[in-house]
């Protein structure tokens, strides 16, 4: 199918962006990568008078590092992201993602900020932000405002971003020394949406877990964590009977949706072993920046 009639603008200042998005609110649509938003509308499910390109834009494609913390810019590529030795060395929860983020060709042109703008609850960068406590930076023509992770998703496709604003970076606060975490998830194919998956932060000391992150994607209408699971987790020196208890509330307290791709039964199931998972590779696969 091909897109409904829109007008097209492509501003090259964030003045020119947000004067854009002033005067036409939710008429308008902020275009980046394109990759959520114009399936969308060639799908007549997102029907924008009104298509803001921002590809013209200076300064909104690096990535900063300031005092261990890393903030991606509206324009940053996932796979930019992913080949990014700054990413890798400060924000490696980020990094862990990008593999699992759709294929080589969607990466190269989706950005980061982007998917968390968008919100699908079956994406992995909304479930990173939230294990990692990140902020969002949001821009209008009355200025800006930070946004917690915790406070941003709301629902099914929506976040606390307002029609006249528009996500300019998200920051991804320093990585604690000794801590450690994984990504891991389960779909029908490589690159698919996940069925459902996990974002798992752990910070150590020596061997005790002192503070814990379980950010599901793809088990509720948006990225979720599971704080009862968390805690039984901070402590513990991660036992397999810990780790079975946490796997059991997850599975417990999860309330997944179910379709034809999976039930409800089955993706709690999905959870609690990737509860398992997530936790045993957290442990093996990425630390603390050397």
Do not use: C, N
């Not at 029609?163 to 891991?184: C, H, M, N, Q, Y």
Request: glycine letters at 10%.
């Amino acid at each position: 199918m091909k897109a409904p009639p829109f007008i097209y603008h492509r501003p090259d200042t964030l003045d020119g962006v947000l004067a854009l998005l002033a005067e036409h609110g939710d008429d308008a649509k902020i275009l980046a990568g394109g990759q959520s938003l114009i399936p969308l509308m060639a799908l007549r499910m997102g029907r924008p008078a009104h298509v803001v390109d921002i590809g013209a834009v200076p300064d909104l494609a690096g990535i900063d590092v300031d005092d261990g913390a890393v903030t991606l810019g509206a324009l940053v590529r996932h796979e930019q992201a992913k080949r990014s030795d700054v990413v890798t060395r400060h924000a490696p929860l980020v990094a862990a993602a990008m593999p699992h983020v759709a294929h080589r060709a969607i990466r190269t042109q989706g950005t980061v900020v982007g998917s968390i703008a968008h919100g699908d609850p079956a994406a992995e960068m909304p479930a990173v932000a939230l294990a990692t406590g990140a902020t969002m930076t949001a821009a209008s023509t009355e200025g800006t405002r930070v946004i917690e992770a915790d406070e941003f998703f709301r629902g099914y496709l929506d976040t606390a971003l307002r029609a006249d604003e528009i996500l300019t970076g998200v920051t991804f606060p320093a990585w604690p020394a000794g801590a450690t975490g994984s990504v891991v998830e389960v779909a029908r194919r490589h690159g698919d949406y996940a069925l459902v998956g996990l974002a798992t932060r752990l910070d150590l000391d020596g061997d005790t877990v002192t503070d814990a992150a379980l950010a599901f994607f793809g088990a509720a209408s948006t990225a979720v964590r599971v704080p009862t699971a968390e805690q039984v987790l901070v402590g513990s020196t991660l036992g397999d009977d810990t780790i079975a208890e946490a796997s059991r509330i997850v599975a417990a307290e999860l309330d997944p949706p179910g379709d034809i791709h999976g039930s409800t039964s089955y993706r709690k199931h999905l959870a609690a072993v990737l509860t398992r998972r997530g936790i045993r590779e957290a442990t093996q696969q990425i630390g603390a920046p050397a």
